[in-house]
């Protein structure tokens, strides 16, 4: 069975920081791009960051400066290192994986296959 599972989530206080990891099994995700986004209460889904099949990323403004996406292809792994968390990235995170073997996707349309996500918890 193809799936994705997240880890990493928890409850931190502003300022620290969380690395959230994204496993992937079932096939190779090595010719995919992958993406983070985040929901919280209320509010839409949101991308976080992508990263393309070559390494190549883009960061949403909110988070841009604070987190940096990766991705392990020996290990099938994808991540999301966040600092400097702030109250407002409260938020469950999720990864996917995109459609298409290239490229950077910036649309939740273009990702076809989720995680059943991780809660992040910021305190102020």
């Known amino acids: 069975q193809v799936q994705l599972v997240e880890s990493g989530g928890g409850l931190v206080q502003a300022g620290e920081s969380l690395r959230l990891s994204c496993a992937a099994s079932?096939?190779?995700?090595?010719?995919?791009?992958l993406g983070w986004f985040r929901q919280a209460p209320g509010k839409e889904r949101e991308l976080v960051a992508a990263i393309s099949s070559g390494g190549s990323t883009y960061y949403a403004d909110p988070v841009k400066g604070r987190v940096a996406i990766s991705r392990d292809n020996a290990k099938n792994t994808v991540y999301l290192q966040m600092n400097s968390l702030k109250p407002e990235d409260t938020a469950v995170y999720y990864c996917a994986k995109s459609t298409y073997s290239s490229g950077i996707y910036l649309s939740q349309g273009s990702y076809d296959l989720w995680g059943q996500g991780t809660q992040v918890t910021v305190s102020s």
């Open positions: 079932g096939r190779t995700f090595s010719s995919y791009g």
